[in-house]
Each structure stands twice: as structure tokens, then as C-alpha cells.
């Protein structure tokens, strides 16, 4: 465990710090308070990856550091899944947002580097970028998923809104898990996919190869084979095997921490992908 | 259904299996005759599953990822070490699935050295290097660092002296060398750039202490860990490329058909064979490594990628946002 005293480290512990404010003040009732605080935590996020990006002259995605830096603007795709397609665990995603910037505060190097030949491709942010959001969505997926398990029921009367008719504030209805997780795997796995072929096709460009065998394409395949595994189940026999399609949905997201962290930390699994510690 | 999710799940199984056993058993494995019956059969039960299940013809969604599925399992096939093999006993096209080959600056090749089989073949056209460069990030750094682990970073700048701290004195980088060779005039060492094939890139540097005294220093960039017991600084040079750059011609007969600087990710394409930077002589800089690769299959893949994505992104995201969003 390493502290970082530098303006980069400052930043992500205010958003850190930001983002458990947020998710105390909103489990302590205090809904607005704890949106602000979230809203806050998220400002200063992007001042963080901004700062970084100024700082390295390239898109911050190169390393763990970086991609960690990332996935802690958690707050878009936050907002989406709560408007958009009516899934709740918008204070779950506070403590998301801090967990997964732990590891920058305090674990991986923030020393920067220079792009390998390799990395400089047009493809580079595109294949990243699509590959953390998609990650953040099933992320939130496995969110309803475990609260499935665990036999959580979400409320059906969820945030307040306002009626654009009556001007009078109401309240939106929420999913159930079950249907919350596949609605956001349907939103997460084109992204899922897109990064694989992006990936693919990067790899035809820089190494010769459209699939080289490398552990972590093997891996990233596998994440999505879980995925489509998933919903092929879920076609199959619809909601009568709700735990099941929940198991999917973790073991999905099990594959893709593997993927993310296990592949590049590990020393069993060196290949192509080695230099993104 | 059975049948096809069973199979996702032996292919879940592989995929870790063969990530744990490394980049080249992986790819053994997974070319393995057994394992050609399993992307037959995948492939075989997509192509079922499209006819036999009016919904994946009904959904437009749907049939473009599978029949993108199948487009990428023929086209891997079909490019694949067995699909040359087979496509040379059948057609009798014998082209090189891939190999490598070395071009010296001024001079041109065809012969290519296969990866599987070690064996030459030839090219019909010849490739002609007319350059091969490496490019650096610019500035380079000297790095260096006191035994007692206080560090500074200065820009490799000839001439310019730079201030270190009041105990440390100053630094000044006197000369730049791209060959440094140490040679012998009347009984002492003369340092000089050889102009001749080679490389041992070094910094001649002079280091001005709080009193006055000056001492000169040698910093090589090949030996980052030279230094003696007395020396107050630990120096380091390291140049971070940026990248490697050949300089190609392409040439049928006498007559120069094409020309492209290949660059990583930027490969050359000519008479269905793809060319990529791939190595070079770290020695001396005279040659390049270039992997060569035939393209057979490869654009059928990419239909499927592109008939996936499109599959995907339709059946999840586009109607619903047409439609309304139904689970």
C-alpha cells in the first residue's frame, strides 16, 4: 500500500472521500445531500483524469492506474441506469465508485509513461474506453444479480421525479433485480463486444494477428462467452430460474475482474497484454 | 438450444484452460484435430440453428450475429495453417500463411522464412528496404540519482549546464555519442564516435562540484549499470522509442509497383499478403525484420465482425430505442 502525495493523489482521495460521503449521507436519508456529494465526487473525477491527461499528453488509458482513474466516473452511467432504463442501486454505486479507485489511491504506480509503439493506433482509446464502460455496466449488473440472491425485493416506488404535466413530483417505478440485471446486460454486452472486435482487429494491425492466443484474449473471450452464455440460458427458459441467471451474471463479472486484474498482475499469465500493469 | 449452450460452455472451459497454459500450447490446443471438429460442429449448429429457427430468420438482430458467428468461424478456418494446407491440396494454391524475412538498407529480398516449418520460399515480387529508422521521444532524459538516493532528471541538451542543488554542484552534458569506441593514443584512452556500422549510443558528461574540481563521466545507454565505487552519482540514459520506421519498396521485375514506410500498426498490403514491422538489427541498425502474412480469410472475418457488431448493436440497443424498451 502506497499513499500518493501529489496533486494526482489529492484528487482521487477528495473523490474517494466524496463518494463515501455520498453513499453515508444518502443510506442516512438524505437523498439530495448525498446526490451532490456524489455529484461533487464526480467533478473532481474528471478533474483527476483530466489532470492526468495534461499530465501524460496522451488518453489516460495505458495502465491499471489509468484505467482505475477512469472507471471511477462511475456517475453518467449511474444517472442512465436510473432515468433510462429504470434500475435502482444508485446509492450502491457511490461505494462502487470508491472501491474501484482504491486500488489507484493506494496499490497501482502512477508514475507516467511514454505509449509504446504499439499503443499509438487510433484504436487505442476506442478499444479501452468501450471495454470500461462496458465493464462499469456489468459491474452494476452483478449489483442487481447479488441482490437477487440475496432475495432483496427493490422497492417498485423508486426516485421522485417531476411530472412534466402536472408539475407535481412523482415517483418512478424501479425493476425487480432479475429484470434490472438483464436490462443492463443488454446495455453492457455490445459494448463487451465491441471491445473484443476493436481489440481484434487492433491486434491484426499491430501484431500480425486478429487472435494471437494471448491469456488475455482468451480471458476477454471468455467474459463474453460467460455473457452469451447467459443469455442463451435466459432465452431457454425465461424467468423460471432466477438464481441461475443471476449466477450467470456474476460468474460474468468474475471473468472480467480476471481479466482486468488477475491477467496483468500475475506472472502465470504473461502474454501480449503484460505492458498495461 | 441444449446443444448450443453446451457448447459455449466447452468453449468457456477451453478458453480458461488455455489461458492458463500459455500463448503457444494455447494456440496448439485450440488448432488440434479435435478441436476442428468442435468449430465444425459450432459452426455446422449455427448454420442448423439459422434454418431449423424461424425466430433467428424472423429477427433481424439476431441472424446478422449468427450468421456473423459463422463468417468469422469459416474465415478463421479458412485462413488458418489446415485451410492453406487444404486449399493447396484442392486448388493448388500454394501461398505462404506466414513467415518472416530480413532486408538489408539498399538491398531487396523475396525469400521468406516460413514460422511453422523453418523452410525458405519465395515471394513473386521482391521487397526493397531503402531506410530503416528509429525514433525517440523527445527530450531524453540523463536521470541521475546520489547514493543516498536523492534524484534529478535533466534534458539531454549539449553544452547547457545544469544547476543540481548547493551539495551536489552542477552537470553539463559535453558531447553526444551514436557509436562510442574507446581506442589508445600514446599510452592514453581517446574516446570517439565511430562512424562505421554500429551503435552504442553514450553521453560524455562533466560534473562540477561546490569547490570548483570537475570530473568527466561516461554514461552508456546499453549499460545502464556502469559506475565505479568512488563515483558520487549513479547516471542513467535511456531513449524511450517511439518507433520503428522501414522504408519499403515493392518491385516486379525492374520496375518499382509500390512504396509505403511501414510502421507498427501501420502494416503494408500487396498481392494478398500483409507486411509488418517486426524486429531489426539492434546491433548495428543495417536490417529489418518484417513478418509476412497471407490474407486468405481475412476479410470474411471481418464481415462477421462487422455483421456481429451490427447484429448486437441492433438487437439491444436500436429497436428498443425505436421501440420502447421491453424486457
Same mark, same amino acid.
Given at each position: 500500500m502506497e499513499i500518493k502525495y501529489t496533486i494526482q493523489g489529492l484528487l482521487v482521495y477528495m473523490t474517494i472521500a466524496a463518494y463515501l460521503l455520498a453513499f453515508f449521507t444518502t443510506v442516512l436519508r438524505r437523498p439530495k445531500a448525498g446526490h451532490a456529494l456524489y455529484l461533487l465526487g464526480f467533478a473532481i473525477a474528471v478533474c483527476a483524469f483530466g489532470y492526468r491527461w495534461y499530465h501524460v499528453r496522451h488518453v489516460p488509458l495505458q495502465n491499471l492506474f489509468e484505467v482505475f482513474l477512469c472507471l471511477g466516473m462511475i456517475y453518467p452511467v449511474s444517472l442512465f441506469c436510473r432515468r433510462v432504463l429504470r434500475v435502482g442501486g444508485y446509492s450502491a454505486d457511490m461505494l462502487i465508485g470508491a472501491i474501484v479507485l482504491s486500488p489507484a489511491g493506494f496499490i497501482f504506480n502512477a508514475e507516467p509513461q511514454q505509449l509504446p509503439p504499439a499503443l499509438q493506433s487510433w484504436l487505442f482509446t476506442p478499444h479501452v474506453a468501450v471495454y470500461m464502460l462496458s465493464?462499469?455496466?456489468?459491474?452494476?449488473?452483478?449489483?442487481?444479480?447479488?441482490?437477487?440472491?440475496?432475495?432483496?425485493?427493490?422497492?417498485?416506488? #423508486?426516485?421522485?421525479?417531476?411530472?412534466? *404535466? &402536472?408539475?407535481?413530483?412523482? =415517483?418512478?417505478?424501479?425493476?425487480?433485480?432479475?429484470?434490472?440485471?438483464? *436490462?443492463?446486460?443488454?446495455?453492457?454486452?455490445?459494448?463487451?463486444?465491441?471491445?473484443?472486435?476493436?481489440? @481484434?482487429?487492433?491486434?491484426?494491425?499491430?501484431?500480425?494477428?486478429? /487472435?494471437?492466443?494471448?491469456?488475455?484474449?482468451?480471458?476477454?473471450?471468455?467474459? /463474453?462467452?460467460?455473457?452469451? #452464455?447467459?443469455?442463451?440460458?435466459?432465452? %431457454?427458459?425465461?424467468?423460471?430460474?432466477? *438464481?441461475?441467471?443471476?449466477?450467470?451474471?456474476? &460468474?460474468?463479472?468474475?471473468?472480467?475482474?480476471?481479466?482486468?486484474?488477475?491477467?496483468?498482475?500475475?506472472?502465470?499469465?504473461? #502474454?501480449?497484454?503484460?505492458?498495461?500493469? | 438450444m441444449w446443444v448450443g449452450l453446451l457448447l459455449i460452455i466447452v468453449l468457456i472451459v477451453l478458453s480458461i484452460y488455455g489461458a492458463f497454459i500459455g500463448t503457444e500450447r494455447a494456440e496448439q490446443l485450440f488448432?488440434?484435430?479435435?478441436?476442428?471438429?468442435?468449430?465444425?460442429?459450432?459452426? %455446422?449448429?449455427? +448454420?442448423?440453428? +439459422?434454418? &431449423?429457427f424461424r425466430r433467428l430468420l424472423r429477427v433481424p438482430g439476431l441472424l446478422l450475429i449468427h450468421a456473423g458467428c459463422v463468417l468469422i468461424l469459416f474465415g478463421g478456418m479458412w485462413g488458418s495453417r489446415a485451410g492453406h494446407n487444404l486449399q493447396n491440396r484442392l486448388f493448388g494454391i500454394d501461398k505462404i500463411r506466414s513467415g518472416r524475412m530480413a532486408i538489408y538498407e539498399g538491398s531487396s529480398n523475396n525469400h521468406v522464412t516460413l514460422n511453422d516449418t523453418r523452410e525458405q520460399k519465395e515471394l513473386p515480387f521482391s521487397l526493397k528496404?531503402?531506410?530503416?529508422?528509429?525514433?525517440?521521444?523527445?527530450?531524453? $532524459? !540523463?536521470?541521475?540519482?546520489? *547514493?543516498?538516493?536523492?534524484?534529478?532528471?535533466?534534458?539531454v541538451e549539449v553544452g547547457k549546464e545544469f544547476p543540481l542543488s548547493e551539495e551536489a554542484g552542477t552537470i553539463k552534458i559535453v558531447k553526444e555519442y551514436k557509436n562510442l569506441k574507446i581506442g589508445m593514443e600514446e599510452g592514453k584512452s581517446v574516446f570517439f564516435d565511430d562512424p562505421s556500422p554500429g551503435s552504442n549510443p553514450a553521453l560524455e558528461v562533466q560534473i562540477t562540484e561546490p569547490g570548483g574540481q570537475t570530473s568527466t563521466r561516461y554514461?552508456?545507454?546499453?549499460?545502464?549499470?556502469?559506475?565505479?565505487?568512488?563515483?558520487?552519482?549513479? !547516471?542513467?540514459?535511456?531513449?524511450?522509442?517511439?518507433? $520503428?520506421?522501414?522504408?519499403?519498396?515493392?518491385?516486379?521485375?525492374?520496375?518499382?509497383?509500390?512504396?509505403?514506410?511501414?510502421?507498427?500498426?501501420?502494416?503494408?498490403?500487396?498481392?494478398?499478403?500483409?507486411?509488418?514491422?517486426?524486429?531489426?538489427?539492434?546491433?548495428?541498425?543495417?536490417?529489418? +525484420?518484417?513478418?509476412?502474412? @497471407?490474407?486468405?480469410?481475412?476479410?470474411?472475418?471481418? &464481415?462477421?465482425?462487422? %455483421?456481429?457488431?451490427?447484429?448486437?448493436?441492433? =438487437?439491444?440497443?436500436?429497436?428498443?430505442?425505436?421501440?420502447?424498451?421491453?424486457?
Open positions: 465493464y462499469i455496466f456489468m459491474a452494476k449488473a452483478t449489483f442487481q444479480a447479488i441482490c437477487q440472491l440475496a432475495g432483496k425485493t427493490v422497492s417498485c416506488r #423508486g426516485h421522485l421525479a417531476r411530472d412534466s *404535466r &402536472a408539475g407535481r413530483p412523482r =415517483h418512478l417505478d424501479l425493476l425487480p433485480p432479475e429484470e434490472a440485471t438483464y *436490462r443492463i446486460i443488454c446495455v453492457g454486452y455490445p459494448l463487451l463486444t465491441l471491445g473484443l472486435i476493436l481489440g @481484434s482487429y487492433w491486434g491484426k494491425l499491430a501484431w500480425s494477428d486478429y /487472435w494471437g492466443w494471448d491469456p488475455k484474449e482468451l480471458w476477454s473471450l471468455a467474459s /463474453w462467452l460467460v455473457f452469451l #452464455g447467459y443469455f442463451h440460458f435466459r432465452y %431457454m427458459f425465461g424467468k423460471k430460474h432466477p *438464481r441461475i441467471n443471476s449466477l450467470w451474471a456474476i &460468474a460474468g463479472t468474475a471473468t472480467i475482474i480476471i481479466t482486468l486484474l488477475w491477467v496483468n498482475l500475475s506472472r502465470i499469465f504473461s #502474454g501480449l497484454h503484460s505492458y498495461a500493469t | 488448432n488440434r484435430p479435435p478441436l476442428v471438429v468442435y468449430w465444425t460442429a459450432l459452426a %455446422m449448429l449455427l +448454420i442448423i440453428g +439459422i434454418a &431449423a528496404l531503402k531506410d530503416f529508422r528509429i525514433e525517440y521521444y523527445q527530450p531524453v $532524459y !540523463l536521470r541521475i540519482q546520489t *547514493r543516498q538516493g536523492r534524484q534529478w532528471k535533466v534534458p554514461v552508456f545507454e546499453l549499460f545502464p549499470g556502469h559506475s565505479h565505487g568512488q563515483d558520487k552519482f549513479l !547516471l542513467r540514459y535511456h531513449r524511450v522509442i517511439s518507433d $520503428y520506421i522501414s522504408e519499403l519498396q515493392i518491385i516486379e521485375g525492374d520496375k518499382v509497383v509500390a512504396e509505403k514506410d511501414i510502421e507498427v500498426n501501420h502494416p503494408l498490403r500487396f498481392g494478398g499478403y500483409h507486411f509488418y514491422q517486426s524486429s531489426y538489427d539492434d546491433k548495428a541498425g543495417q536490417y529489418t +525484420i518484417l513478418q509476412v502474412v @497471407s490474407d486468405t480469410g481475412l476479410y470474411v472475418v471481418y &464481415a462477421g465482425y462487422w %455483421m456481429l457488431c451490427l447484429g448486437v448493436i441492433w =438487437h439491444m440497443w436500436l429497436r428498443h430505442i425505436f421501440s420502447g424498451f421491453k424486457t
